[in-house]
């Protein structure tokens, strides 16, 4: 018993020293630990990752020039001039039946601390090693993400789950949620899907850096630190294709989509000549099997050999009929367009679309699908346009100055920032504050690469 507090004393050491590896030179030895296991916790609870996470936040913010040095970044002046915009559209904002002008201001806080946090997180990106070792722990905490989905959908796992006294709950629902969707750890499977989606390029890229090591034959050597190469790329392997299963399980069209537009991008342009022309040809009969229009003679072989879980989901078919046009993307954003041509400037306040909507056609949704309509909707078009502007921005001189193209991880990373912005197209999964303080991570990821 007394050799117990020494044992733990070590174990603790052990991991202190690997949380300080590969600590960018501008990060604090506190922050940068916090920062890690808040990457780490995420998932599984907002709320002890946030406070982590603020930790890190505060040690990065300091050294850093103060006001000036935070001015001197063109993004963040970006950031300033829509943050000003919101506040004033917030304090703009006029009442009307059914909407209390106080959900404008509450609206703010899916945004203005998340400013602060694109540039506090920034020193613990600064580097292609610490990037590579974020991605690595995003992966590491998704796995208890794709384990309770699954064990929620074949062993029938239900909560609320409780620690700490209440303060970290999993609301785990058996069968998923909606009932037959693999929700895991996230109320609802359209955002699991978002959170497996983004971290999906990051998977990936160890996979591919597993097989690397395996083809080198280093097992000797590197097996004396750790996991043989062969061990670990059959770990590694595993967690793919659990993930890759899970992503099927949530049944969401945007996580299908964003499973195959991550692959050529993580895998480099030295696959695209084979890769390209194969992910066409097994994209072929899902097209033949989904779209209107195709003759028989070609959409009914296709249907028999696509899953109907696949092409019907894909088209909008179910055992019920056709959905209503008024629960349909279209007419969400016909309407909320409409809205903001009503109030383009400052728009109607933050979460006005789920107030409106359902007085217009009856039926209810929280936004609009699209971020670039919601923003438009709830702070106007000039708040709207810069925030857009700026995320395309920072992908695109990302892109120019070799990320997408360069090392794995570096593509990897990326890779997952395109994924997320993709997603939020025709879903707003930001919403859920784990995917937006993710995203976020993501963004300070970009921001630093040179």
């Keep these: 018993m007394a050799a117990l ?39 599984s609870s907002a709320l002890i990752a946030a406070l982590l996470l603020l930790v890190a936040l505060v040690q990065g913010s300091r050294g850093r020039g103060g006001w000036p040095g935070w001015w001197r970044d063109p993004a963040n002046r970006v950031l300033a001039a829509v943050g000003l915009l919101m506040l004033l559209g917030a304090l703009l904002v006029r009442e009307f039946p059914g ?33 590579r070792r974020v991605a690595l722990w995003f992966v590491a905490g998704t ?15 239900s ?32 955002i699991t899907a978002a959170w497996l989606s983004l971290s999906w390029p990051f998977l990936l890229a160890a996979l591919l850096a597993a097989a690397q090591r395996w083809r080198s034959r280093r097992s000797e050597e590197e097996a004396r630190d750790g996991w043989s190469p062969a061990a670990s790329l ?8 659990t993930q890759v299963a899970a992503l099927y399980l949530t049944d969401s069209r945007n996580a299908w989509g964003a499973l195959l537009l991550a692959v050529p991008i993580v895998a480099g342009p030295a696959s695209w000549l084979w890769l390209l022309p194969l992910l066409a040809l097994a994209l072929l009969p899902v097209l033949l099997a989904t779209l209107p229009g195709i003759p028989g003679l070609l959409q009914d072989p296709a249907r028999a050999l696509v899953p109907q879980e696949i092409w019907g989901r894909l088209n909008d078919f179910n055992v019920h009929g056709q959905r209503p046009l008024a629960i349909t993307r279209l007419s969400q954003w016909s309407t909320a367009l409409g809205l903001i041509a009503d109030r383009p400037w400052f728009g109607w306040g933050a979460a006005a679309f789920s107030v409106i909507y359902p007085l217009r056609t009856g039926h209810w949704h929280g936004h609009p699908h699209n971020i670039v309509i919601d923003l438009a909707l709830s702070h106007g078009l000039p708040a709207a346009l810069l925030l857009v502007a700026l995320v395309l921005g920072l992908l ?31 879903d707003i999964p930001m919403y859920d504050s784990r995917i937006n303080i993710a995203g976020w991570i993501l963004l300070a990821g970009l921001r630093c690469y040179r």
Excluded at 143 to 157: D, H, K, N, S
Excluded at 234 to 241: D, E, G, K, R, S
Excluded at 406 to 420: K, P, T, Y
Aim: proline share 7%.
């Design 5 to 43: 507090p020494s044992a733990l004393t070590g174990r603790l050491h052990q991991l202190l020293t690997r949380l300080d590896g590969q600590r960018p030179e501008s990060a604090a030895p506190l922050g940068w630990r916090c920062f890690q296991l808040g990457v780490l916790f995420l998932p």
């Design 99 to 131: 909407y209390n002008g106080s959900l404008a201001w509450v609206g703010l806080a899916n945004w203005l601390p998340f400013f602060w946090g694109f540039w506090g997180f920034q020193p613990y990106l600064a580097s292609p090693q610490a990037r």
């Design 143 to 157: 796995v208890p993400v794709v384990a309770t989905g699954m064990a929620q959908l074949f062993l029938g796992w």
């Design 159 to 190: 909560g609320p789950w409780q620690i700490l006294g209440g303060l970290v709950i999993w609301h785990l629902k058996a069968g998923g949620n909606p009932p037959g969707r693999l929700s895991g750890l996230f109320d609802y499977a359209n």
């Design 234 to 241: 059959l770990v590694v392997l595993l967690l793919a294709a």
């Design 396 to 426: 695109i001189r990302a892109a120019g100055a070799g990320m997408a193209t360069g090392a794995l991880f570096e593509r990897a990373w990326w890779a997952a920032v395109l994924v997320l912005a993709a997603l939020h197209a025709t």
